[in-house]
């Protein structure tokens, strides 16, 4: 028997990655057959009623309190540092903390992702035997705290009853809960110089802050549950712990798909409808992973975009930065074209279908009279950035903020969001080009703005001639100049004189104040 148990583990340990691999897919196929059937039991009408009734503040409460709950992770880059030979700034250690926890968060791999993400933090001021020594030792606690909530959760299930619906699982919390006692058994009973510098007071710090992290993902889990209006969630707290061990057991990154199956068939134990328990989940996965990754994914591009324009000396921002002028530029003279286009000819824009095309690509402010008055105040702004004055910038970001809230107000489309995205973006990375103090107009300039300011009130000025109350036509009035009302255009007609007026004191204020037209140092 002894022969054969050593064969046994000898052949373990020789095809150890074949049988992981063998392993990790048997879950996998599991879970999509699990998938398959959860999905005949949802029902998708419900599913999209439970997704689109979600309030605003309903939504912005989970995602600020899903930011708050991948905080407590950011306290094993902390301790980290006190096994290395030089602390990094906070700032820093933030930062990469964010990034590193938010990746392994997401993809995981067993916790081989976070590792090699630390090391490379980490590794500027400290050897290489430091860096994996300090975040070999980091790892190991990772799981305390999941161990110690597992406890917890058997004494909830078995001494206040709470949860007594998932007893059938009982060796998945009694599995996790014996990891935190055997590893600090080991630490300490164990003598070697790996745990020399691990006593017995920074343990409990790791595994408290591992607590933290898995207290505060579920108390997040729960809290999605009462925006559902579920009530009865202390049941769900010890299947939250069941279905996090079965996950990590299951070594699928992140826990994805198994997590979730085992989650939706346990939540149905305790008669949560299935469409809900996938919103439940999806909600979760959105606000706990996806948002905090993205935003990570936003720092780790920008540290590495910063390293990569520091050893090619600068050229790469600059090149962004001047891309970026030019299609700042042309996107505020589309959005104030547009904004004409709409306002002088309402029923022409409706009919062009070129025109319609891009209407979701344009802001849209308060109505028709202030479309105009803001069309002009940005060509006039527009004209600014393009000659790269600095004094055209805050201006145009107070305008495009007004107008980027009162079209999500009015229009939350996948394409507008993409649109104000880019317009942000570029707008951001534009400032470096803005740096004369005043500008002097070119002939040209003037031709091209005078070109448009002239057509729009031609323009206005044939609608006002085929909507006039007094005037006979002997031919139908086309369809595309037709005015709702009389009135409405006299309004318009107002904003056009007030919009003269206004562009008159934009250009006016782009054009004095600094004696030198350049006022970029060199």
Do not use: C
């Amino acid at each position: 028997m002894r022969n054969f148990w050593q064969k046994l583990t000898g052949f373990a340990k020789l095809h150890k990655t074949i049988l992981k691999a063998i392993f990790v897919m048997s879950v996998i196929v599991f879970v999509i057959i699990e998938v398959g059937r959860i999905g005949q039991d949802v029902d998708p009408v419900q599913l999209q009623e439970y997704l689109t009734n979600q309030s605003l503040g309903s939504v912005l409460s989970m995602l600020v309190l899903g930011l708050v709950a991948v905080t407590p992770m950011l306290n094993y880059d902390f301790v980290i540092q006190e096994f290395l030979p030089e602390r990094a700034e906070t700032k820093y250690i933030l930062k990469s903390g964010w990034v590193v926890n938010t990746f392994n968060n997401l993809i995981g791999f067993g916790g081989v992702l976070g590792a090699t993400m630390r090391a490379t933090y980490y590794g500027k001021h400290a050897s290489r035997r430091q860096v994996i020594f300090a975040v070999s030792k980091i790892a190991l606690f990772l799981l305390s705290g999941l161990s110690v909530w597992s406890l917890l959760a058997l004494v909830e299930m078995y001494v206040f009853g709470i949860g007594r619906e998932f007893t059938q699982y009982t060796i998945w919390l009694i599995g996790g809960g014996l990891y935190f006692p055997i590893l600090l058994g080991f630490t300490h009973l164990r003598e070697s110089e790996f745990f020399a510098d691990l006593p017995l007071a920074r343990e409990m710090r790791l595994t408290l802050g591992s607590m933290l992290e898995w207290g505060f993902a579920g108390g997040f889990f729960l809290f999605i549950g009462y925006q559902l209006g579920l009530t009865h969630l202390a049941a769900v707290f010890p299947l939250f712990m069941i279905a996090n061990v079965v996950g990590i057991a299951s070594m699928v990154p992140g826990a994805i798909g198994s997590f979730d199956v085992f989650m939706i068939m346990g939540l149905s134990a305790v008669g949560v409808d299935p469409s809900i328990a996938v919103v439940w989940l999806l909600f979760y996965r959105v606000f706990y992973y996806l948002v905090p990754f993205a935003i990570a994914v936003v720092i780790f591009v920008q540290d590495m975009g910063k390293r990569i324009n520091d050893y090619l000396q600068g050229i790469p921002m600059q090149l962004l930065s001047r891309g970026a002028h030019l299609v700042f530029t042309i996107l505020l003279y589309f959005t104030a074209i547009m904004l004409l286009i709409l306002a002088t000819m309402p029923n022409f824009a409706l009919q062009n279908h070129v025109l319609h095309s891009f209407r979701p690509y344009t802001l849209v402010f308060l109505g028709r009279a202030a479309n105009i008055v803001i069309a002009f105040m940005l060509m006039g702004l527009a004209r600014g950035i393009a000659n790269k004055s600095r004094k055209a910038y805050w201006p145009t970001i107070i305008i495009l903020i007004l107008g980027m809230i009162t079209t999500l107000l009015k229009d939350t489309s996948l394409k507008t969001i993409i649109f104000l995205g880019v317009m942000i973006i570029v707008t951001l990375l534009s400032r470096r080009e803005l740096y004369r103090e005043r500008i002097q107009f070119a002939w040209g300039d003037r031709l091209f703005d005078g070109v448009i300011y002239i057509a729009a009130f031609v323009a206005y000025a044939v609608a006002g001639f085929y909507n006039a109350p007094n005037i006979h036509h002997r031919r139908p009035v086309p369809t595309a100049w037709i005015f709702p009302s009389w009135r409405l255009y006299l309004s318009g007609l107002i904003a056009m004189f007030i919009a003269i007026v206004t562009v008159y004191l934009v250009l006016k204020y782009l054009s004095v104040g600094g004696d030198k037209l350049d006022a970029r140092t060199e």
